[in-house]
């Protein structure tokens, strides 16, 4: 399975962006897809997660209100509407998908990445 996300870019407080994620393989049928990101200095933490075949999505805290997880089945797409943005969004924002293969564990496969950088 492979990912390819893309949408970031610099944006000043306050504004908006929108990642997307475009995977190789028919979403509908994954266990689960979302978005970490990792800001400089930290580690990796989760921002939103949607299921493969619902639509009930789970935010961190920190982004909840101010961010959306969406997907497009026909595309093969995930996006992360971002609004409201605060600089300490910035981060490396990195798609991601699990799904079980055969009787083994679940497992997940990431994006490159994409930089968001708000300014204040």
């Known amino acids: 399975v492979q990912l390819q996300a893309s949408g970031g870019g610099l944006v000043q407080a306050g504004g908006s962006l929108r990642l997307s994620c475009v995977v190789s393989t028919g979403i509908s049928n994954l266990n689960y897809m979302g978005w970490y990101r990792q800001a400089p200095g930290k580690q990796r933490e989760l921002a939103a997660t949607i299921p493969g075949g619902g639509t009930r999505a789970t935010y961190a805290d920190s982004v909840k209100g101010r961010f959306t997880i969406s997907k497009d089945i026909a595309r093969n797409t995930v996006y992360l509407q971002m609004n409201s943005l605060k600089p300490e969004d910035t981060a490396v924002y990195y798609c991601?998908?699990?799904?079980?293969?055969?009787?083994?564990?679940?497992?997940?496969?990431w994006g490159q990445g994409t930089l968001v950088t708000v300014s204040s």
């Open positions: 991601t998908v699990a799904r079980y293969e055969g009787w083994g564990p679940l497992k997940d496969y």
